[in-house]
């Protein structure tokens, strides 16, 4: 009897200590969203000028997120747009809200003041999985000066010719030295 | 014990587990620390800063027509080759990435650091903004503060530093100096040669 109680101690003990072990692994702290592409693979979202959406042709049936502060968003939105700022991204509501557009299968459009400011959360939520954002080339400062669009030439696009630049204005210099 | 071991590998999540996490990616990008204006980076090009590691995002052919002086040419689509990715794999220098606007240097900064790259750099606004500041500086209204005056001498100066051709004034009251007759301070393109020691790697993982 004693030798059976002793082999139950040492089997209970066991079962303890692997559930512990098991709720150990199951509780730690689990990616809060994992990335479902590789660095490389985010790599040709850069420069992808696919996903940038111009006011000039806005897609119907999307849904514009405004990703600027709650203070930003009050004081003059894109109409319909709801907010969802930036820095509460990860919280539980938001990756809810995405999930939801996903599933409806509606293309999201994210806009901040300008470009710059919706192009990070478009690149961390692409490599998150989904696909179906994009983002506003003019931002919100666009939306605002319709008749301005021209100031928004493409994004990357060089001002001007820069070694052209030099060059003009040497020749300028030598013509000025007469 | 081993089954929970193997459970705690797939646990980072394929594909890469060591990549830094969404949320703490998203803060960092938030914090807009990584920016660099025209100003400082121009003051850090022309005192030397040894610290220094310029990286133009841009193809070759727009970084053969005109590039920052010093700097090194990896284009946007190669950062995470191999033969490039030691240059930003390190902890010897400070990286400055810059493309012709902000977009492109700030999407490859993120991806960049989603890798756990650290001391990576933007240059905000790009070399557009760089052109519209140091290049050619706007003069300030007549009734800007001193301080506004203080600055766009500070830009005039420095773009002479970066190829703006000096007035033939200045020029002549200085009285050969070296100043080339096609004017302007360029510095030496030629890149310094530069050896990079890859970063000890830290051990990812283990009990």
């Known amino acids: 009897m004693k030798e059976l109680k002793q082999t139950n101690k040492i089997f209970i003990a066991g079962i303890v200590f692997f559930s512990l072990i098991l709720l150990g692994v199951l509780t730690a702290k689990k990616p809060v969203l994992p990335y479902k592409i590789t660095a490389k693979e985010a790599l040709k979202l850069v420069g992808d000028t696919s996903k940038m959406v111009s006011i000039k042709n806005i897609p119907s049936n999307a849904q514009w997120i405004d990703v600027r502060n709650q203070y930003e968003f009050a004081k003059g939105h894109i109409e319909k747009a709801t907010n969802v700022y930036a820095a509460d991204l990860f919280e539980p509501f938001s990756i809810r809200y995405f999930e939801q557009l996903k599933k409806e299968g509606k293309k999201v459009i994210l806009y901040g003041q300008d470009i710059n400011e919706a192009s990070d959360p478009w690149l961390i939520l692409s490599q998150l999985g989904f696909d179906n954002i994009y983002y506003l080339k003019e931002g919100f400062d666009g939306y605002q000066n319709k008749k301005n669009l021209a100031h928004f030439r493409n994004p990357e696009q060089p001002a001007l010719d820069y070694a052209r630049f030099f060059v003009e204005a040497r020749k300028k210099m030598m013509g000025e030295g007469k | ?207």
């Open chain 2, 1 to 207: 014990m081993v089954v929970a071991a193997f459970g705690l590998l797939f646990m980072d999540g394929l594909p890469d587990a060591t990549r830094l996490r969404a949320d703490q990616l998203l803060l960092k990008s938030m914090e807009k620390g990584h920016y660099i204006n025209s100003d400082d980076l121009a003051d850090k090009i022309i005192s030397g800063d040894p610290s220094l590691l310029i990286v133009d995002l841009r193809d070759s052919v727009q970084y053969a027509k005109y590039s920052l002086p010093n700097s090194l040419n990896v284009p946007y689509g190669k950062i995470l080759d191999k033969d490039y990715i030691g240059y930003f794999d390190q902890d010897q220098f400070k990286v400055v990435l810059y493309s012709n606007d902000h977009l492109i240097a700030e999407q490859a900064w993120l991806i960049l650091s989603s890798k756990n790259f650290s001391d990576l750099y933007v240059l905000k606004g790009g070399l557009n903004e760089f052109f519209n500041t140091i290049i050619r500086p706007q003069e300030p209204v007549a009734t800007a503060p001193e301080s506004e005056f203080n600055k766009y001498n500070t830009r005039k100066a420095a773009g002479y530093y970066f190829g703006v051709p000096m007035p033939r004034s200045v020029k002549n009251g200085q009285g050969g100096n070296g100043i080339t007759e096609t004017g302007g301070l360029l510095a030496s393109k030629k890149r310094k040669a530069i050896t990079i020691r890859k970063k000890k790697k830290k051990k990812v993982g283990g009990c």
